[in-house]
């Protein structure tokens, strides 16, 4: 009954005032989640002085699709829940004199409709041609012509990298952070199986990355340069399928080739504090990295881990026992299981006579922000890179706090005290 008085509202809207149709325009907030993208926010021109912020004076409604997809995307259409209202800037900022209103908009892994992205299996994550149209009851004015696009931290990125080498071409996203300090630590993070392409918004949206360039994690390190390298396939690519470290997969030397190329650019990088991590096919690339170049870090930060256990030896432990390592993994991951990728590798490290090398193993990976149930809640166990962009890890595998000169830190906090 509620879409069907929707509809209604739709069709006196355009029977008694046509022309607002195409006046009024929006600006989409698109924001990254713990579980991914999400339309969080909508910003409505305020043609009427008097437009009001009383949230049930709204009803919004969504429509999803793609020219990409393989089978109708579900959910394509429905109507959006609205929280709340309230007066604004353009960006959607709170302005008591603002010019504009801004609607809080429902958000939730359960709530498909909210998120700008699909998943298909011959591309991953991609964007979806996402359009609202929103309907205020009181005076029937109508906003349905999308003007503008905010993406909080994804915005302050320059998405435009690209490096090429020996023939594979990688896209980048960058953050320069705004110190003055000489020089600055550069942290990199490398994306899981499904945000490879080459729009480099959707690694830094798909598992919340952008996170990095918060000012909550920039300040553990004065102050850092950020990248968000992009594969074109995934990293695991042999060229002859996947590899999960029994041969060489297609693209670490031109990764490494790209860090270098970004590092003669910014002279300021400083080459004592260059960090690599990422989660899944990102965490294997990461070690890959490691093992590959074990002088060039100074540290790394791997969640759900997909290197395999069986393909790194104890040679291999040995050659980077001094390069401190922090992983993140869940004990109910079944896509990089633990026994069969971060246990073997972790358990030879200690073996081999690693110092600062940790793993924080979580039973299950749970809703960190409590508004979903908290403990109660379970995300899959495979995104465990939560914990990660959020800061939060900071146990050891014995359940004890990591600590350096005695204090317990987080894995950022750790992180940013690294150096060779």
């Given at each position: 009954?509620?879409?069907?008085?929707?509809?209604?509202?739709?069709?006196?809207?355009?029977?008694?005032?046509?022309?607002?149709?195409?006046?009024?325009?929006?600006?989409?907030?698109?924001?990254?989640?713990?579980?991914?993208?999400?339309?969080?926010?909508?910003?409505?021109?305020?043609?009427?002085?008097?437009?009001?912020?009383?949230?049930?004076?709204?009803?919004?409604?969504?429509?999803?699709?793609?020219?990409?997809?393989?089978?109708?995307?579900?959910?394509?259409?429905?109507?959006?829940?609205?929280?709340?209202?309230?007066?604004?800037?353009?960006?959607?900022?709170?302005?008591?004199?603002?010019?504009?209103?801004?609607?809080n908009l429902a958000v939730a892994p359960n709530l498909p409709l909210g998120s700008p992205f699909q998943y298909m299996r011959?591309?991953?994550?991609?964007?979806?041609?996402?359009?609202?149209?929103?309907?205020?009851?009181?005076?029937?004015?109508?906003?349905?012509?999308?003007?503008?696009?905010?993406?909080?931290?994804?915005?302050?990125?320059?998405?435009?990298?690209?490096?090429?080498?020996?023939?594979?071409?990688?896209?980048?996203?960058?953050?320069?952070?705004?110190?003055?300090?000489?020089?600055?630590?550069?942290?990199?993070?490398?994306?899981?199986?499904?945000?490879?392409?080459?729009?480099?918004?959707?690694?830094?949206?798909?598992?919340?990355?952008?996170?990095?360039?918060?000012?909550?994690?920039?300040?553990?390190?004065?102050?850092?340069?950020?990248?968000?390298?992009?594969?074109?396939?995934?990293?695991?690519?042999?060229?002859?399928?996947?590899?999960?470290?029994?041969?060489?997969?297609?693209?670490?030397?031109?990764?490494?080739?790209?860090?270098d190329d970004f590092v003669a650019k910014h002279p300021n990088v400083d080459t004592n504090r260059i960090y690599v991590g990422?989660?899944?096919?990102?965490?294997?690339?990461?070690l890959k990295l490691i093992l590959e170049y074990p002088d060039y870090f100074a540290g790394g930060y791997i969640s759900a881990?997909?290197?395999?256990?069986?393909?790194?030896?104890?040679?291999?432990?040995?050659?980077?026992?001094?390069?401190?390592?922090?992983?993140?993994?869940?004990?109910?991951?079944?896509?990089?299981?633990?026994?069969?990728?971060?246990?073997?590798?972790?358990?030879?490290?200690?073996?081999?006579?690693?110092?600062?090398?940790?793993?924080?193993?979580?039973?299950?990976?749970?809703?960190?922000?409590?508004?979903?149930?908290?403990?109660?809640?379970?995300?899959?166990?495979?995104?465990?890179?939560?914990?990660?962009?959020?800061?939060?890890?900071?146990?050891?595998?014995?359940?004890?706090?990591?600590?350096?000169?005695?204090?317990?830190?987080?894995?950022?906090?750790?992180?940013?005290?690294?150096?060779?």
């Amino acid at each position: 009954m509620k879409n069907k008085s929707f509809l209604l509202v739709c069709l006196i809207v355009i029977l008694v005032s046509p022309m607002c149709l195409a006046q009024n325009s929006y600006t989409l907030i698109v924001e990254g989640f713990d579980w991914g993208p999400g339309v969080n926010k909508v910003v409505l021109s305020k043609a009427n002085a008097d437009l009001s912020t009383n949230p049930s004076a709204y009803q919004v409604f969504a429509t999803r699709s793609s020219d990409l997809s393989e089978t109708p995307i579900n959910p394509s259409n429905g109507e959006r829940t609205v929280l709340s209202a309230y007066p604004s800037d353009a960006k959607g900022n709170r302005s008591e004199n603002g010019q504009f209103v801004t609607l809080n908009l429902a958000v939730a892994p359960n709530l498909p409709l909210g998120s700008p992205f699909q998943y298909m299996r011959s591309y991953g994550n991609v964007w979806v041609d996402y359009k609202l149209s929103i309907t205020n009851t009181e005076n029937l004015e109508v906003w349905n012509t999308e003007n503008d696009r905010v993406m909080p931290l994804v915005d302050e990125y320059d998405l435009d990298g690209k490096f090429s080498q020996d023939n594979v071409t990688l896209t980048y996203a960058s953050f320069t952070p705004k110190t003055d300090h000489e020089k600055v630590p550069l942290i990199i993070w490398l994306h899981g199986g499904g945000e490879g392409g080459t729009d480099t918004t959707i690694p830094l949206l798909g598992n919340r990355a952008a996170n990095y360039a918060s000012p909550e994690i920039q300040d553990y390190f004065g102050g850092a340069f950020v990248i968000a390298p992009q594969t074109p396939t995934r990293w695991m690519d042999s060229g002859n399928g996947s590899t999960s470290g029994q041969v060489d997969d297609i693209y670490f030397k031109a990764l490494k080739g790209l860090f270098d190329d970004f590092v003669a650019k910014h002279p300021n990088v400083d080459t004592n504090r260059i960090y690599v991590g990422g989660c899944s096919n990102g965490g294997y690339m990461s070690l890959k990295l490691i093992l590959e170049y074990p002088d060039y870090f100074a540290g790394g930060y791997i969640s759900a881990l997909a290197y395999g256990g069986a393909y790194f030896s104890e040679e291999q432990a040995k050659s980077i026992r001094n390069v401190p390592i922090w992983f993140v993994h869940s004990k109910d991951d079944s896509t990089t299981v633990a026994d069969k990728t971060v246990l073997p590798v972790y358990n030879k490290l200690i073996s081999a006579g690693a110092k600062d090398v940790h793993l924080t193993f979580y039973d299950h990976v749970v809703d960190i922000t409590g508004l979903l149930g908290g403990e109660d809640y379970y995300y899959p166990g495979h995104w465990s890179w939560i914990y990660s962009h959020a800061n939060l890890s900071q146990n050891d595998f014995d359940r004890k706090p990591v600590k350096v000169n005695g204090v317990p830190v987080t894995i950022m906090q750790w992180l940013s005290l690294q150096k060779k």
